[in-house]
């Protein structure tokens, strides 16, 4: 059966400002490491049996319909602005619409250079692709909003790095990749047309009743707060909460240096870029806040009166410390059984955090274990856990069922940065099946599954994962 996309290529009907056509370059000889065919199949994508896949996920054949483009974007790096950036090695193949009537993109990442790459060879080597095929369809399967992972491909060509490794390409699924930083682009230059066509787009894909910029503000903060808290009931560090990795629809997007802790620790860093702590894990909620106000002002020449605008914005992105307590309140609430938490209850949720973080124990296998009556074993100093213990059985004691509750929102398993790592290393050297294995357990996150126990334990000393890297 011929493979079938049904495109519907909205961004590429925009003005020519927002994109660069191009075609993805070719490679030398493209091979199929996985398919996603039930995410195919939410897209309507027919032919999964085309024996053209790897050819077309690669870049080296143009699906009927594509209209390939390379967005451009700018956006803060680390607290810095850069006034240009863009899909330096990405391609947007076009869109569909989805069995649900939701809009999505289908992008080629590490498909060649563009306009756009700053020196960069436009390609990925098969690490970065893996990685982020894994952990995106983990974080999905966890529930959390995230761009997808369609396909991935060997490209039969070494690129150089470090050293020469195996290149490789990914095929993503979003629901957009609008950006802080394309806001940022039109707004630094003084494109006023083309601010106000993104914001009509915008409003249009993604927030349809929306009436004014700060409405607008306001609803992708809403997002951005509840996106954020679920990273943290989860122990997951971004890594590079740059703008121009922060979605207008609320998507996570961007898997470079991402990664789940083991060992609670609010200042945990992965990112081997991250020298100052920037992005740790309990800076997350203070910089999607910073983010949202580089939105605010990048959408200020939209309001009626610059002045007002920026009072009403002001207020807008204050508002989000409380957004982002009622948020974290809900999840971690929930992680100990409590479906309506009150206030008073973040005491009783951060003495835990606070005796996890002494003892050094375990994030997900901690919370899992309050379920399996098995937790005390986590904690050096057990009659402080005793204590707690007894307060939260006493307050979860009226719930209705707490354990179902628990068991919904406390992963059993979560893609371990060792375990990723071993995957990689043996994909490199030509050995998938760790990698099909480590994807098949990642989605169903909070089932039981004896026969994976390994994947929940955490590394040994040696198997500790101290940095993670971007990739690119």
Not at 10 to 15: D, E, H, M, N, T
Not at 259 to 279: C, E, H, K, L, T
């Amino acid at each position: 059966m011929t493979l079938h996309i049904p495109f519907d290529n909205s961004y590429a009907r925009l003005p020519g400002a927002f994109y660069t056509k191009l075609k993805p370059a070719t490679v030398a000889q493209p091979t199929l490491i996985a398919f996603n065919e039930a995410l195919a199949g939410e897209l309507g994508i027919t032919g999964a049996d085309d024996p053209r896949l790897a050819p077309v996920f690669a870049g080296n054949v143009l699906p009927e319909g594509a209209d390939p483009l390379a967005q451009i974007y700018a956006g803060h790096q680390f607290g810095g602005f850069s006034p240009q950036l863009g899909d330096g090695r990405a391609h947007l193949l076009g869109e569909v619409v989805d069995q649900s009537g939701i809009r999505r993109d289908i992008q080629l990442k590490g498909s060649g250079p563009t306009p756009y790459s700053r020196r960069g060879d436009g390609r990925a080597w098969l690490g970065p692709v893996l990685r982020e095929y894994v952990v995106s369809e983990s974080m999905h399967a966890l529930g959390v909003p995230t761009t997808r992972a369609l396909a991935a491909v060997r490209t039969g060509e070494d690129i150089l790095r470090e050293r020469p490794l195996p290149g490789a390409v990914l095929t993503r699924v979003a629901q957009s990749h609008i950006r802080v930083g394309t806001f940022q682009l039109f707004s630094s230059r003084g494109q006023y047309d083309d601010l106000q066509t993104l914001y009509d787009y915008t409003v249009a894909r993604h927030y349809p009743g929306v009436k004014s910029p700060d409405e607008l503000l306001a609803r992708v903060c809403e997002r951005q707060a509840a996106l954020v808290a679920q990273w943290l009931s989860l122990g997951f560090i971004h890594g590079v909460m740059n703008t121009d990795n922060c979605t207008l629809s609320g998507e996570t997007i961007d898997y470079g240096p991402c990664a789940f802790m083991d060992r609670y620790d609010p200042n945990q860093v992965f990112s081997s870029i991250d020298r100052y702590g920037r992005y740790a894990y309990s800076a997350q909620p203070d910089i999607i806040v910073w983010n949202m106000a580089q939105l605010a002002t990048a959408l200020v020449p939209l309001m009626p009166d610059a002045d007002d605008g920026v009072k009403v914005f002001t207020e807008i992105v204050h508002g989000m410390a409380d957004l982002l307590r009622a948020e974290w309140l809900k999840r971690f609430g929930a992680k100990i059984g409590l479906a309506d938490p009150q206030p008073g209850d973040a005491a009783l949720i951060g003495e835990l955090l606070e005796l996890m973080h002494k003892s050094q124990a375990d994030f997900t296998n901690t919370f899992r274990a309050l379920l399996e009556d098995d937790a005390r074993e986590q904690f050096t100093d057990r009659a402080a856990f005793d204590g707690w213990e007894a307060r939260w059985r006493e307050r979860i004691k009226d719930e209705r069922d707490p354990e179902g509750l628990m068991r919904r929102s406390n992963p059993a398993f979560i893609p371990r940065n060792h375990r990723v790592e071993q995957m990689i290393a043996a994909a490199v050297e030509g050995d998938d099946r760790y990698f099909h294995h480590l994807n098949a357990v990642l989605a169903r996150p909070y089932e039981d599954q004896p026969e994976a126990e390994e994947l929940r334990h955490p590394p040994t000393e040696d198997e500790i994962v101290p940095a993670t890297f971007c990739g690119t």
